[in-house]
């Protein structure tokens, strides 16, 4: 029997920071409280900024709570 490789991709669990991040650029482009007329993300709104704090958190290997 030939040996046939799967055509099933498996999926690669998405690291913590990367998910923080995807996050909070994905509410930024959706946001009509005020984050996509920002400079800085913490002169966003409140949801936005929260969301932040995550990533900030993540990136530096702190333990966040959801």
């Known amino acids: ?3 046939r490789q799967s055509t099933a991709t498996t999926l ?4 913590p920071m990367l998910r923080a991040y995807r996050l909070w650029f ?3 482009r959706k946001c ?7 400079s ?8 936005g900024r ?4 995550t990533y900030r958190l993540t990136r530096i290997g702190k333990a966040t709570t959801s």
């Open 1 to 3: 029997m030939p040996d």
């Open 12 to 15: 690669r669990p998405e690291l």
């Open 26 to 28: 994905e509410h930024t």
């Open 32 to 38: 009509a409280a005020g984050c996509k007329s920002v």
């Open 40 to 47: 800085k993300a913490q002169d966003g709104c409140e949801d």
């Open 50 to 53: 929260q969301l932040w704090g």
